[in-house]
T-cell receptor
Framework: AQSVTQLGSHVSVSEGALVLLRCNYS??????LFWYVQYPNQGLQLLLK??????LVKGINGFEAEFKKSETSFHLTKPSAHMSDAAEYFC????????????FGSGTRLLVRP | GAGVSQSPSNKVTEKGKDVELRCDPI?????LYWYRQSLGQGLEFLIY????????KSGLPSDRFSAERTGGSVSTLTIQRTQQEDSAVYLC??????????????FGPGTRLLVL
């Protein structure tokens, strides 16, 4: 069965610092992986996704993630944090069954200090 | 173009009452998903519709929960005899075909349900 683990329920960085949000997955089939962002009182917005093409995936707002099969990881990074990046971030894996539902991690809340 | 819309945005109800939550997917999207976001359980799948196929109801937590999708478009999630543990944000998502795990699911803003 597919599962996702996000290490760190809260991550705090200074404005301009590197952002690193961790995601590890477990999958019985080649995984499709997603990062979504949720701003307060809003739905989920796709940041980027891995669909078995390039292992380094670039997304919106300067974010990128690298798929590492050997480490079963798909960590999200951004070189320089902005105040507007403060939000909750969810890593997800497609279920691998015929519904293709998303299996989400528990989320990481990113705090950006001025 | 228009995204996924959900109504109402907020709903307060009394324990034991029934509620209906509505989702309008992106026009032309064949697949529709309902998820629930709660403090204790995180984001969890509830139900999936794809075209005329039988829905995947495997995520519905009890028989008090049901959903339908009329005409392949609008969906309604119904919770009967609401309980306090039903308080959560109910998110709807749609995707173009729902026939591949590669597809992006587009989420609505959610309905925040509070059961008193």
């Amino acid at each position: 069965a597919q599962s996702v683990t996000q290490l760190g329920s809260h991550v705090s960085v200074s404005e301009g610092a590197l952002v690193l949000l961790r995601c590890n997955y477990s999958s019985s089939v080649p995984p499709y992986l997603f990062w979504y962002v949720q701003y307060p009182n809003q739905g989920l917005q796709l940041l980027l996704k891995y669909t078995s093409a390039a292992t380094l995936v670039k997304g919106i707002n300067g974010f990128e993630a690298e798929f590492k099969k050997s480490e079963t990881s798909f960590h999200l990074t951004k070189p320089s944090a902005h105040m507007s990046d403060a939000a909750e971030y969810f890593c997800a894996v497609s279920s691998g069954d015929s519904s293709y539902k998303l299996i989400f991690g528990s989320g990481t809340r990113l705090l950006v200090r001025p | 173009g228009a995204g996924v819309s959900q109504s109402p945005s907020n709903k307060v109800t009394e324990k034991g009452k029934d509620v209906e939550l509505r989702c309008d997917p992106i026009s032309g999207h064949t697949a529709l998903y309902w998820y629930r976001q709660s403090l204790g359980q995180g984001l969890e799948f509830l139900i999936y519709f794809q075209g005329n196929s039988a829905p995947d109801k495997s995520g519905l937590p009890s028989d008090r929960f049901s959903a339908e999708r009329t005409g392949g478009s609008v969906s309604t999630l119904t919770i009967q005899r609401t309980q306090q543990e039903d308080s959560a944000v109910y998110l709807c998502a749609s995707s173009p075909r729902g026939t591949s795990g590669r597809e992006t699911q587009y989420f609505g803003p959610g309905t925040r349900l509070l059961v008193l």
